[in-house]
């Protein structure tokens, strides 16, 4: 093979890219970008992220083969059935973090109440580790959800720690576990970027550096079973882009996979609205604060997007009043989440 002196080479008519960007690389270039500031810890907290997220993977690959489908016999703590993966899910995430040294304080959607580690860790891990796993048995994607807070110098490492809006978030992301595990990561006031797993190298590849969502695209994302229960400004939203009034306007496309990372994922990269509206069934919402809703949130915003409750308050300022509060989502491209907002407004309902 011979080398251009570009990190590539090439291999008979096509091109080989030998000068990749792996996760690990693009952390420890973050961490040397930041100086003398930066401790390590963070880098080291990632990693254990990262091992975690392809642990999950790798299970999930097998999990047709090695019985790993199916109720483990037990509910969590908000109600929803526990899957087998789920449970190992919740194991992978607790060791890895335990592991690490760093984390203080863990919060998972498995557990009813928050897990306080031994030491002196400076960082709190909320995350749901396998959302969507009512949809494992139908091989859909389904994926982990994370945030990263920086724990205060004199703080005890308490439940009560955890109730602040994802405006302290330093980091969230998710990662997706389809056809490859893509992985979806942003940081405090940065871009958010994309890596898929390469199975061969075992290593998150940066495949999708600063990525930006589309700010408007005639999609929507919403689970239209739901709609006899929904409020009137919902409806009229939804009527709205479904029968436009206006000439020569045409309907939206609906495309709803029911698994909120997969969901997530598709209206990032291609644009449009995520919905999960509280209704009157559910009055507070369906999707958790801490670990779905705010994560979710800075992503969008990061990528040029808007992410707010069904109240239009913007969903990183929501306090959550305890660590599974449950809220309603509109999130996605910036023109959609405004027309939300706007219809909304006409009918009396303005952020406080």
């Known amino acids: 093979m011979a080398s251009n002196g570009s990190g590539g080479g090439h291999h008979g008519d096509s091109e080989v890219k030998t000068d990749i960007i792996t996760l690990t690389r693009f952390l420890t270039e973050e961490q040397h970008r930041l100086g003398p500031h930066a401790t390590g810890d963070f880098t080291l907290l990632c990693h254990a992220l990262q091992f975690s997220f392809k642990s999950i993977a790798y299970y999930i690959r097998r999990a047709t083969l090695i019985n790993l489908i199916g109720l483990a016999g037990s509910s969590n703590m908000t109600g929803d059935d526990q899957k087998k993966l789920d449970v190992i899910g919740n194991e992978i995430f607790v060791n890895t973090m335990r592991g690490c040294g760093k984390v203080k304080v863990l919060v998972s959607e498995e557990e009813e109440a928050a897990i306080i580690f031994p030491g002196h860790g400076k960082y709190a891990v909320v995350c749901d580790p ?9 091989g859909v994607s389904v994926g982990t959800i994370f945030g990263i807070f920086k724990l205060d110098d004199d703080a005890e490492g308490r439940a009560e720690d ?4 994802g405006t302290e978030l330093v980091a969230s ?4 576990y389809g056809a490859s595990a893509n992985l979806v990561l942003t940081m405090k006031g940065g871009s958010v970027n994309g890596f898929t797993l390469d199975n061969a190298l075992g290593e998150f590849i940066l495949t999708h ?20 229960y929904w409020t009137e400004p919902c409806k009229a939203y939804f009527e709205s882009i479904k029968y436009p009034q206006e000439p020569g306007v045409k309907p939206y496309s609906a495309r709803y996979i029911g698994s909120m990372v997969a969901d997530a994922y598709r209206t990032l990269c291609y644009g449009g609205l995520f919905a999960y509206p509280a209704d009157k069934k559910s009055p507070k919402g369906k999707l958790r604060i801490l670990y779905e809703c705010a994560p979710m ?20 300022e929501v306090v959550p ?13 910036y023109n959609e989440v405004t027309k939300v907002t706007e219809i909304f407004k006409k009918h009396g309902v303005v952020a406080k």
């Open 130 to 138: 396998i959302d969507g796993s009512s949809n494992l048995d139908a």
């Open 162 to 165: 955890m109730l602040r809006p």
């Open 173 to 176: 992301g998710f990662t997706m």
């Open 209 to 228: 550096p600063d990525m930006k969502i589309p700010k408007s695209k005639g999609i929507y994302s919403v689970n239209e079973g739901n709609s006899l």
């Open 297 to 316: 949130a800075m992503v969008m915003e990061n990528a040029g997007g808007l992410a707010v409750t069904s109240d239009q308050r913007r969903m990183l």
């Open 321 to 333: 009043e305890h660590i599974h509060d449950r809220s309603g989502i509109f999130m996605g491209s």
